[in-house]
């Protein structure tokens, strides 16, 4: 009866023991689920993440907040949470516009020199003379590669895969103008003659030296467009100059040789170079308007408080530029005083002199300013009645163009 009870005692032992002992591993398990929890929610609603830019994002609500800035926006930003710190906010900036500069470098064509393995397929030929011979060209490897003048990209005709027969150079203006993904070109030596017009029946020469500019546009690394036509501004105001809308016909597709590609880029171009040469025009716009907006009429002297001399003026001036179509807008004399002139060898007393300036409005309704001069011959005793010494050429600040306001 003892062994019974004892055994009864021991099972019941058991089970409570056991079940206390699930219970605490249920109870230790719950704890450190609750604990994960907690910390991944504590983790979720408090942790805060700092880029490579310097800025913060609210990781629970990242998927929701703002990624992409523009430059002045980011500023902004940074401004805000770094508001005593400049050197932080240039640094941020800084590595800001460096990733941005990289990721648009990820679609900009390979920058290493290269050859392309193939001949690649001309759209149309051009015709190629070199030394007494000419001859058509429709098949060239584009070699890209960089000198000391910048980026260039030659073509090498398959009659001659070692002659570099014409020579496209970039620079950092064209770059930065370019648009997204594509590198515009100038072309810098060679010459060919080719077929224009709708019907390819006009006959074109052109080279470097002509009035007629021809560019390039890498599209991709074995794609390569050329094209043409009149341009304004000859590199005036330190950028270059862009080609008048109108007038662009894209001379040749470089590319593979299937006509269906060359037929669809031959479409596609033509929107691409524009934007190009559109971007080309605003920036000389930009920068000539800047140094137009530099030149000013100069202040006025003493002298011109003489009514006389500035009617004297007025009506010389206006007429001699009358003859070139142009009008006469402001004028005013600068001299403070008559300055004399003397024979250098005697010391005798030749004339004396004032000058001026005045703004002219020429027939394409461009604005200039311009100088003159006013003389009075020395008659021994005194000086004779004004004369009309003409307009001043070819000393600045006169002869440079200005805005019209």
């Known amino acids: ?86 050197a932080k906010q240039d640094l941020y900036y800084q590595k800001y516009l460096e990733k941005k500069q990289q990721e648009a470098g990820a679609n900009k064509p390979k920058s290493a020199n290269t050859v392309s393995d ?38 090498l005709p398959a009659q001659d895969p070692d002659y570099a027969w014409l020579r ?12 997204e993904g594509y590198i515009g070109y100038e072309l810098v030596s ?19 030296g002509m009035p007629i500019l021809v560019r390039g546009m890498l599209i991709a690394d074995d794609v390569f467009v050329i094209y043409a036509a009149s341009h304004q501004g000859g590199h ?22 299937e006509q269906q590609f060359h ?18 025009k605003a920036n000389y716009d930009a920068a000539a308007k800047s140094t137009m907006d530099a030149i000013k009429m100069p202040k006025a002297g003493s002298m011109n408080s003489n009514a006389s001399l500035v009617s004297f003026a007025k009506e ?3 007429k001699t530029i009358a003859k070139d179509g142009a009008k006469l807008l402001k004028l005013n004399i600068e001299s403070n005083d008559w300055s004399i002139v003397k024979n250098k060898y005697t010391g005798r007393i030749l004339y004396r002199w004032i000058k001026g300036a005045f703004t002219e409005k020429n027939k394409n309704n461009d604005c200039y300013l311009q100088g003159f001069l006013i003389k009075q011959q020395y008659n021994g005793s005194g000086y004779g009645s004004s004369q009309f010494g003409g307009v001043i050429h070819g000393q600045m600040p006169y002869g440079q163009k200005m805005n019209c306001e």
């Open 118 to 155: 193939d001949f690649l397929y001309m759209s149309y030929p051009f015709a190629m003379t070199k030394g007494m011979s000419a001859v058509g060209v429709d098949r060239v490897k584009l070699r890209r590669q960089m000198t000391d003048m910048g980026d260039n990209v030659d073509l």
């Open 1 to 86: 009866m003892k062994k019974i009870v004892l055994l009864f005692v021991l099972a019941l032992c058991y089970n409570v023991s056991h079940a206390q002992f699930g219970k605490m591993l249920k109870n230790k398990a719950k704890a450190a689920v609750e604990k994960k929890l907690d910390k991944k929610e504590t983790s979720s609603s408090s942790s805060k993440s700092e880029n490579a830019s310097g800025m913060v994002g609210d990781t629970s609500t990242e998927s929701s907040s703002k990624t992409e800035y523009t430059d002045e926006e980011f500023k902004a930003e940074l401004a805000k949470k770094y508001p005593n710190d400049q």
């Open 316 to 318: 010389n001036v206006s």
């Open 263 to 280: 037929l669809e880029w031959l479409e596609k171009a033509k929107p691409i170079v524009k934007e190009f040469e559109a971007t080309l």
């Open 236 to 257: 005036a105001f330190n950028v270059p100059s862009y080609m008048i809308q109108d007038d662009i016909t894209i001379l040749n597709v470089i590319g593979k040789g």
């Open 168 to 179: 496209f150079l970039t620079t950092p203006e064209l770059v930065a103008m370019s648009p």
């Open 190 to 208: 060679g010459m060919f003659t080719t077929k224009v017009g709708a019907d390819r029946s006009q006959t074109l020469e052109l080279g470097t």
